[in-house]
């Protein structure tokens, strides 16, 4: 666990605003956000930003199977790290914003579930935008994109992507406390009666 955090640490380090946190996420947030998968699954689950791999973790211990997990790391050592650990996984190099092409090459069009423990308040709002647009490309009307953040507010903003989004958990024993919020694509029939 110290050796995850060192080396979680010093990605932090070589850049601060892609990693988000000086530390990774605790356990309990890791399970916090791997009980809001829907099980049993309907297609692979997306893990944006394994980073150590607690969520990974998590998301394995709560039954996700490892050949319907996909996990995207941009960080080379962090990568390196995650695909030795899970080798039984779909550990994948390359950037959240470009999705479609790391995985659909590998036939995923699909998912049931998209984890993500990003950093989103911290990007640049281009950035976020391409993430968000691209994890929401793979869930059907209802499926979840599960995110946490140390904010008070929505790290994604609803309106503009045209998806709804509530807290379901708050982990005080995270440092720093966090928040876990799920957002869906509205069905076609909710969608034009919010408009």
């Known amino acids: 666990m110290f050796a995850d955090s060192q080396m979680f640490f010093r990605a932090w380090l070589r850049n601060p605003l892609r990693v988000g946190a000086v530390a990774p996420s605790s356990r309990d947030l890791a399970e916090a956000m791997a009980r809001l998968v829907p099980m049993p699954l309907q297609g692979p689950v997306i893990?944006?930003?394994?980073?150590?791999?607690?969520?990974?973790t998590a998301l394995l211990d709560a039954g996700v199977p490892p050949d319907q997990l996909y996990v995207i790391e941009r960080d080379?050592?962090?990568?390196?790290?995650?695909?030795?650990?899970?080798?039984?996984?779909?550990?994948?190099?390359g950037d959240a914003a470009h999705l479609t092409s790391l995985l659909h090459p590998l036939g995923v069009r699909e998912a049931a579930a998209v984890v993500s423990g990003l950093p989103l308040l911290s990007m640049k709002r281009a950035v976020q935008r391409a993430i968000?647009?691209?994890?929401?490309?793979f869930l059907p009307h209802g499926a979840p994109f599960i995110q946490f953040t140390y904010g008070l507010f929505s790290p994604v903003p609803r309106r503009a992507f045209g998806v709804t989004g509530r807290p379901e958990a708050v982990?005080?024993?995270?440092?720093?406390?966090?928040?876990?919020?799920?957002?869906?694509k509205p069905a076609a029939a909710d969608a034009r009666h919010a408009a």
């Open 47 to 56: 893990e944006l930003g394994g980073g150590t791999g607690p969520i990974t």
């Open 76 to 93: 080379p050592m962090l990568h390196r790290r995650l695909a030795a650990r899970f080798p039984a996984a779909h550990v994948l190099r």
């Open 132 to 137: 968000v647009q691209e994890a929401f490309a």
């Open 171 to 184: 982990v005080l024993g995270n440092l720093p406390p966090a928040r876990v919020w799920v957002y869906r």
